[in-house]
């Protein structure tokens, strides 16, 4: 099966200017996150939907940060304006659902960002 | 809050070598826990996933085991590769929320 696809791959923009990225996860996954890695830590969880609905988005900068989920497939997260600590990796996975059971995630190969 | 600690940061071992990877945790309410391994400049590649109900997992040279009184999991490998040179990372959902990672343990296996 295909796996998680992001792009782009990379990204350098300057700060103040404005960046999206693209995810679409595993064919039939319903639940898909979006996650900010920082070099030499692990990820961490910026927003987690199922299907097209917000399940958590405690730690998305609200501020600048948005995503969305339409139609429960691809989805998008874009940064307005951006900061330089905004440097980071940036993961999206999907997970299956199943019988209210959670399943592995599976990850795509990330974006990297870089805000100078 | 969960917190999942990895220590040791880097690990440096000699071709052949058994090893064993640990993650503690605070929480040990638990839904699963899974580890992943990455690559430099790669995404995350599952390796295992513990379900809470389950005490261990094997896949091929791995083998991950799941205490949660204890608050630890631990990855064994069997027999290190220098392909098996990477992050490991593990991370724990609790019940009904978000999946918290540790930093991450960085293997070399030295040919």
């Known amino acids: 099966e295909a796996g998680v696809a992001q792009s782009p791959r990379y990204k350098i923009i300057e700060k103040r200017q404005s960046v999206a990225f693209w995810c679409n996860p595993i064919?039939?996954?319903?639940?898909l996150y979006w996650y900010q890695q920082i070099l030499g830590q692990g990820p961490k969880l910026l927003i987690q939907f199922q299907n097209n609905g917000v399940v958590d988005d405690s730690q998305l900068p609200k501020d600048r940060f948005s995503a969305e989920r339409l139609k429960g497939v691809d989805s998008t997260l874009k940064i307005q304006p951006a900061k330089l600590e905004d440097s980071a990796v940036y993961l999206c996975?999907?997970?299956?659902?199943?019988?209210?059971?959670?399943?592995?995630?599976?990850f795509g190969p990330g974006t990297r960002l870089t805000v100078t | 809050k969960q917190e999942v600690t990895q220590i040791p940061a880097a690990l440096s071992v000699p071709e052949g070598e058994n090893l064993v990877l640990n993650c503690s945790f605070t929480?040990?309410?638990?839904?699963?826990l899974q580890w992943f391994r990455q690559d430099p400049g790669k995404g995350l590649t599952s390796l295992l996933l513990?379900?809470?109900?389950?005490r261990e997992q094997t896949s091929g040279r791995l083998n991950a085991s799941l205490d949660k009184s204890s608050g630890r999991s631990t990855l064994y490998i069997a027999a290190s590769q220098p392909g098996d040179s990477a992050t490991y990372l593990c991370?724990?959902?609790?019940?009904?929320?978000?999946?918290?990672f540790g930093d991450g343990t960085t293997l070399t296996v030295k040919p």
């Open positions: 996975a999907s997970s299956l659902v199943r019988r209210g059971i959670l399943y592995e995630q599976y």
């Open positions: 991370a724990v959902r609790p019940n009904a929320g978000k999946s918290t």
């Open positions: 513990i379900q809470s109900s389950q």
């Open positions: 929480d040990s309410a638990i839904y699963n």
């Open positions: 064919s039939g996954h319903a639940t």
